[in-house]
């Protein structure tokens, strides 16, 4: 079938073009994409700073409408709504344990463009097109394994600002929900408050923390954070945000995050800790933080460096938890989304870069 999509031929650009989509293949289901979310990583693979082979059709937050499925697939039907996440193998041991975010095949299946078989599903002229996540979600419709595509009861006019539920608010939320589990009380930190970050401080607050600190360095920014969290922002270009912490939380904080993608905060997230205390590194640097000091920051404190994929979250079980948040008005991720036309994604990612836009979706 054809179709439009926005193919990358060369590093960092992207032009719509008709390409062609195969049929769907066992365990597979064809989804006609209704919105799909900018996330950093899109742009990390379009760099190549992430080595995807080109050419290749960027987009891992898509949702949409299940057009046709595949021989095996079940739980899943033509006109259901679904919400598309990463994909996983399911038969690895770290997939049948539940933890599919530490799947053995994650590098491949998440930048390799390929699908499980180890082939690709959309063409141009005799040319195979990678899709990015197994999903490619800058396009009109997408083949994604069942097993990515979570099923919601959920209003289109909804639906379209669910994207990041698939990535970016499933990574922040699921850092809080999943893997620090915060006792109520406790304090927790946020160091950049982009679409990841205020996922974060949106989960802490459902967790019932009592302190929760946006760290940022855009004044408009750190506002939003007081709106659907935080109970105080730190500017870390105007103050000393380790020691600000510090003094917030009378002598450090039990939990931090770091959502930034700058190397150096993680020393930041990890220096703001009390003892015994836990930092997640959620976001992609790209590049090694050295000196880290192991004996005061780490030993001698009990404290815990962690890296995190994707929240730690399953997500046929945290996906819906999360749409139950957002219609409860707990996780107000409506606040962060500005909508594009399909036609103007290279203005969405400008927007994104620029800081302007905490979360372009692009409409179909
Ligand atoms: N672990 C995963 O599975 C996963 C999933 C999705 C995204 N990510 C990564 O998470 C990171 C965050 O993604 P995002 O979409 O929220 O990005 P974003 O750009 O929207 O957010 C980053 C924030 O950091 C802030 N910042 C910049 N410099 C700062 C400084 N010196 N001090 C404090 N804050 C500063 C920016 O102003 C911005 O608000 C990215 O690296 C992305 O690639 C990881
Ligand atoms: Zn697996
Ligand atoms: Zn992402």
């Known amino acids: 079938m054809k179709m439009t999509a926005a193919v990358t031929h060369e590093k960092g650009k992207l032009s719509i073009e008709t390409v062609e989509i195969d049929a769907t293949k066992a365990s597979e289901v064809l989804v ?16 190549q700073i992430i080595p995807v082979a080109l050419p290749a ?29 990463f994909p996983s193998c399911g038969t690895c041991r770290f997939c049948v344990e539940g ?25 141009q002229n005799g040319q195979d097109i990678s899709s990015f996540f197994g999903q490619g979600a800058f396009a009109e419709y997408v083949i994604v394994d069942a097993r990515n595509a979570v099923k919601v009861d959920v209003a289109d006019e909804d639906l379209v600002y669910l994207c990041s539920l698939g990535c970016g608010v499933q990574t922040g939320a699921g850092s809080v929900l999943n893997r620090l589990k915060p006792e109520p009380g406790s304090s927790l930190v946020v160091f950049g408050c982009g679409g990841v970050g205020m996922a974060a401080l949106m989960a802490a607050k459902i967790a019932g923390c009592s302190t929760i600190i946006g760290v940022d360095v855009v004044p408009s920014r750190l506002e939003l954070a007081l709106e659907v969290g935080a109970t105080h922002v730190v500017n870390g270009k105007e103050v000393d945000a380790v020691q600000e912490i510090i003094r917030l939380t009378n002598g450090g904080a039990n939990y931090s ?32 933080v050295v000196g880290i000091p192991i004996e005061p920051l780490l030993m001698n404190k009990s404290a815990t460096l962690a890296g995190l994929t994707e929240g730690g979250a399953n997500p046929q079980v945290f996906i819906p938890k999360l749409v139950q948040f957002y219609k409860e008005g707990k996780l107000p991720v409506d606040k962060l989304v500005k909508f594009y036309d399909f036609k103007d994604i290279e203005k969405a990612f400008h927007d994104s870069h620029a800081g302007v836009t905490i979360k372009p979706i692009l409409r179909f």
Not at 99 to 123: I, M, Q, S
């Open 32 to 47: 006609r994409i209704i919105a799909s979310g900018v996330c950093h990583t899109d742009s990390a693979g379009m760099e």
């Open 57 to 85: 059709i960027f987009g891992h937050e898509g949702v949409g409408i299940v057009e046709e499925v595949g021989i095996g697939v079940e739980g899943l039907k033509k006109g259901d709504r679904v919400i598309l996440t």
């Open 99 to 123: 933890k599919p975010y530490a799947c053995e095949h994650l590098n491949e299946l998440f930048f390799n463009g390929t699908y499980k078989d180890g082939t690709k599903r959309v063409h």
């Open 257 to 288: 995050i770091e959502c930034s993608g700058i190397p150096a905060l993680t020393l930041q997230a990890l220096s703001c800790l009390c003892r015994g205390g836990t930092c997640v590194v959620a976001s992609v640097t790209g590049e090694a």
